[in-house]
């Protein structure tokens, strides 16, 4: 390639660059179901991320909210 197309390119390339960028974040909605819910909340406690009072209150709130 000569030099001249390739400048060409390369002033292309960063006019380029900003349409592309973007500050929003795009995230997928997430909805684990409530058993998922116990089930990870259980991994929790086993693994001492929760006392067993913390475990019992979430646990409750899981369960209430579906009622």
Not at 15 to 23: D, E, F, I, R, V
Not at 29 to 56: H, M
């Amino acid at each position: 390639m000569k030099f001249p197309t390739m400048a060409f390119l390369a002033v292309a390339a960063v006019l380029a660059l900003p349409a592309c960028s973007s500050t929003d974040v795009v995230r997928a909605p997430v909805e684990a179901t409530i058993g998922q819910q116990l089930i990870d909340l259980k991994s929790a406690f086993n693994n001492g991320a929760l006392s067993s009072r913390e475990y019992d209150s979430q646990r409750r709130r899981l369960i209430d909210s579906v009622k």
